[in-house]
């Protein structure tokens, strides 16, 4: 392994690529603890160190902006404006047939796309930036921390505009790097700077469990995390591969097809995205309920089993939910009238396997198959933290598990695979064995 890094670096072309990638990166992380202007940075970091700190529904964004949303940074609202535009607009491709449409024009439909995600990104870092300042006003941010209602030293309209714009000009130049990333280093931009943001995370996260937990748990925590890793690579690489072949053709006097390929059916096919989704639409009652009377009884249900998860209310709605987007996001991604009428377009056919609608009904039974084990899977790694909390108390500490697990393997995979393939473009052997 150590030669295969050795040779990677000793390319001049995959050398400056992975130096540019790196380069990248840390300017991603140094931007976030450059404080906004018009901040209390002094007492915001007294906030974030405050034991009394339960970031609550606030977990989840900043995990996606690497702590830099708690410290209200410049990159406070981190890539999650990007993640919500680029899977509305995934979504409004089922709604919209004009998205369709450019979605299979190709590239220059795609750049389409693109650009409108762009658009949306910035719209969404707008309204994300004032919905974050108005939380920071009404102390609701850091919860009942003690002196932390009060962060914004310039509260002049002057000043919250300045803070809005400054905001969303830091999402905007995430983007960017992302983009840059994905153009001229190695890896797609936005997933490695997602990578980054839940990483950074985890010494803090090893060392809160060593300080507080002792060294019998911390070893338990390590122990169990290799083992996850391991499961949610072999989980992440499992796919079910279904055969094709291509009818033989004459064009003029060559012969083309003939060829034998197969569709791989990964048993994840939605990646991370379930689990998001399941945690935002839990996070909504407990978001819903903070306008409302505290004493009410519907408020006080909502605070005993929607706020913490070590309720079994909690954790069986959290995983049916799970479960559910998992099926409603594969069914919106992957068509299978559209696989199969592709397919005998160009004269691939399933062995066994009339071309048509028994094709697009077969790929439709082996995906309603594949994805059972592949939704339960998910529901299994999201539940880890919750699991954690119940037996160790480290929910807010344990990192081996729901997004950060998934997004950190998943983007770790694919980002090797694309070093190996450049590698073995120039030597017979890659970084993978």
Not at 189 to 198: A, D, K, N, R, Y
Not at 271 to 284: D, H, N, R, T
Not at 375 to 393: D, E, T
Not at 415 to 422: F, P, Y
């Amino acid at each position: 392994m150590i030669g295969a890094i050795r040779r990677a670096f000793r390319t001049p072309d995959l050398r400056n690529k992975l130096l540019f990638t790196l380069g990248i990166l840390v300017i991603f992380r140094l931007g976030s603890f450059i404080p906004s202007p018009g901040i209390d940075y002094t007492q915001v970091q007294e906030c974030v160190a405050s034991p009394q700190l339960n970031e609550g529904g606030f977990a989840m964004i900043n995990l996606f902006s690497g702590g830099a949303l708690l410290q209200l940074s410049i990159f406070a609202l981190g890539i999650m404006p990007y993640i919500t535009a680029s899977i509305i607009v995934q979504l409004l491709r089922v709604v919209i047939p004009r998205f369709e449409s450019l979605h299979k024009e190709g590239a220059s439909g795609q750049a389409k796309l693109t650009q409108y995600t762009r658009y949306l990104t910035i719209g969404l870092a707008v309204l994300n930036s004032t919905t974050l300042i108005a939380t920071v006003r009404s102390g609701a941010l850091f919860g009942d921390v003690e002196g932390c209602q009060d962060l914004i030293a310039n509260d002049t309209w002057w000043g919250i505009s300045v803070l809005v714009l400054t905001l969303t000009a830091g999402t905007g130049l995430i983007m960017w790097l992302g983009e840059q990333i994905t153009e001229h280093g190695v890896g797609n931009g936005m997933s490695l700077l997602i990578f980054t943001s839940v990483a950074s995370a985890f010494p803090s996260s090893l060392g809160a469990i060593f300080r507080e937990q002792g060294v019998d748990i911390f070893l338990i925590v390590m122990a169990v995390g290799l083992v996850l890793v391991a499961l949610v690579v072999f989980v992440e690489q499992s796919q079910r591969r279904v055969p094709v072949q291509y009818a033989k053709r004459m064009v003029g006097r060559r012969m083309f097809g003939g060829t034998s390929t197969y569709i791989p059916i990964k048993v994840n096919m939605a990646g991370v995205i379930p689990v998001i989704f399941a945690s935002s639409v839990l996070y909504l009652p407990s978001l819903v309920s903070q306008f409302f009377d505290p004493e009410s009884r519907w408020v006080e249900w909502i605070s005993t089993y929607f706020t913490r998860g070590d309720h079994p209310i909690y954790i069986t709605v959290y995983a049916l939910l799970t479960i559910f987007f998992a099926y409603f996001y594969v069914a919106i991604t992957f068509n299978p009238e559209e696989v199969a009428d592709n397919m005998k377009k160009y004269g691939g056919f399933i062995p066994g396997i009339r071309a048509g609608r028994p094709t697009a009904e077969y790929l439709s039974f082996v995906l309603s198959r594949i994805n059972f084990p592949g939704s339960l899977y998910l529901a299994f790694v999201a539940l880890i933290p919750l699991i954690a909390l119940v037996l160790i108390n480290a929910n807010q500490n344990f990192p081996f598990g729901g997004t950060s697990l998934l997004i950190v393997v998943g983007v770790g995979l694919e980002t090797v695979k694309q070093i190996d393939a450049q590698m073995q473009q120039r030597h017979y052997e890659g970084l993978l064995r």
